[in-house]
């Protein structure tokens, strides 16, 4: 019996090491440069007897999301969230119709909100936010995403994530790697997807924030978001950000637009072991293509300039090219 | 030779099981309503048959420092830290010796120093952080605990952390309880010692922040301190930071004076198991005694008046008696 037992223990193992020897972390990325990149950074930083060996504790891994980990073309989720709030919001405020930007917000036509200033966005985010809850905006952003879908590929957006991507978290987990988004998006927003599409908890996200306001609310307190942005993290914000939240560099950080240029400088500033990667949308067929790629007009929408290209090259960081390195894009596509 | 292995596997697992029946995670409480609410708390939250169960994922537990995990009179640890810089600046900056309130610093009487205004210690604050960047501040941070000793004990401040509360952190993460700081004081000048004192690791401290401004340095890029407050963890404050780097509401949480009151609020307005508890300092000989205890004034240091008292009983919140409840107050002590 004990020795049966040891038999079905020892088939166990065997078929655990095979089924590791066998299955490809990495199975949606195409063999090259940058597949090589990622798959070596991890057996290095995770092989004791190698000088570039990084202790568990200190395995911390950075993401963007927009245009990193899911689409952010043609415009960004939230935004799209915080139109179709304005939207409802019109209903019971009907002097929102004669009035810019939200007459235009109403109308719709997404070419034309494209063409909204930085300020016509700090307008509609006030209106949009104010007077609601950290727990209503978290309701209302689940109730909103079992309906909304994207208007080019007709899907829940939460089928938007990048397959490849996907499978780098999970790769950079089963090592002992602690994943993060830093996102300029709004954290509260994120965070009610970011275990389900991600794996990644709330309090490993990391977003820009909206004033929190501590008060009492019918008779319980809650915590009203107030319409200002207390934190930008975007640019040097990434790296603010993620010493106030980690409080360590991380040793690997994937970007796609320069808002993550700052994030990706941070952690090359360090000694021992680090990768930086950047993903490039040159793939109109399966997604979209920007950036030097051409394609679409280089709005705010993640921004891809010539020089944050020229700086990938001098500085060696590697970039993904979505229509080479990657076999699917999405885990739904052939 | 298998059957001896499985003799000696069984031998292991009774005496580990042994050794966990005998020893009190909790050994330096008294027998009490506090040490009991403790141990409740835990063994119905982490009990998978009670109606109180809590997911592992969902065990989070926050603590204030000052007062609750260590001690603070008769001056906050940080203010000391502080204090020492403007007479290590004052060497070469004379001009300071001249001035009001650092020619009271660099005088260095405490109870002087004790009737800083407001006002008073944003100079001060602001004159000890000016240019200097995170990685320069944890480097001097760390330098000043090799040498700094309480005024009292005479011991370094590192060596007074509650033995009582180091259990209960411990009591809590055995049962899969995040544990995390939430201080009224500086996160980055908590974060020098979070590990090695508490076994809190740098991303689980929240405190009161300084704005971070990114640049470029000697080359390299670096995070400057900038001498402005960009978020105080402290009051409703507390509450803020915990949904900003938590994203959920603690379990348990202990505080000791007003400013923990919203966060002991915060985790009572929930359904489900909940504890909130209060150190109370009544113990002179041991340690210190203030608030209604009497003794010290009540100063901005712990202040504890008979309002959070009267909260305390009309809500439920344990009062955590120091003079009563705990055996000793420091692990040297006996």
């Known amino acids: 019996m004990a020795k049966r037992s040891l038999l079905v223990l020892a088939c166990c193992l065997l078929s655990s090491a095979f089924a590791h020897a066998d299955s490809d972390p990495l199975a949606s990325w195409n063999d090259g440069e940058a597949k090589k990149a990622i798959?070596?950074?991890?057996s290095?930083?995770?092989?004791?007897?190698?000088?570039?060996?990084v202790a568990p504790q200190d395995r911390i891994a950075t993401f963007d999301q927009d245009g990193t980990l899911w689409v952010e073309h043609p415009i960004y989720t939230q935004c799209l969230f915080v139109l179709d709030r304005i939207r409802h919001l019109a209903k019971s405020r009907p002097e929102l119709n004669e009035k810019e930007p939200f007459k235009t917000v109403i109308k719709g036509n997404l070419e034309e909100i494209g063409h909204f200033t930085e300020q016509d966005w700090v307008e509609i985010l006030a209106m949009a936010d104010a007077k609601i809850s950290t727990a209503e905006f978290e309701r209302d952003a689940k109730e909103w995403f079992t309906k909304a879908r994207h208007p080019r590929f007709n899907r829940p957006?939460?089928?938007l994530a990048?397959?490849?991507m996907l499978e780098v978290l999970d790769y950079l987990r089963k090592n002992s790697y602690k994943t993060y988004i830093v996102t300029g998006g709004g954290q509260a927003f994120v965070r009610v997807y970011s275990e389900q599409v991600y794996g990644i908890p709330v309090e490993q996200v990391i977003g820009s924030l909206e004033k929190l306001q501590y008060e009492p609310k019918d008779g319980q307190p809650a915590l009203m978001r107030l319409p200002q942005l207390f934190f930008n993290d975007n640019f040097g914000g990434k790296a603010v950000g993620i010493e106030l939240f980690i409080g360590k560099k991380p040793k690997a950080s994937f970007g796609n637009s320069t808002g993550d240029r700052e994030m990706l400088e941070w952690t090359a500033a360090q000694n021992g072991a680090r990768l930086m990667m950047l993903v490039y949308h040159d793939d109109p067929v399966r997604e979209y293509a920007y950036g030097p790629a051409g394609g679409l007009a280089d709005t705010h929408v993640g921004s891809f300039p010539e020089s944050l290209m020229a700086e990938a090259k001098e500085k060696g960081w590697i970039v993904i090219s979505m229509k080479r390195d990657w076999k699917k894009v999405f885990a739904w596509q052939d």
Chains 1, 2 share one sequence.
């Open 162 to 164: 990048y397959q490849p």
């Open 39 to 42: 798959t070596k950074f991890v």
């Open 157 to 159: 957006f939460t089928d």
């Open 44 to 53: 290095t930083t995770c092989d004791t007897t190698s000088p570039l060996f």
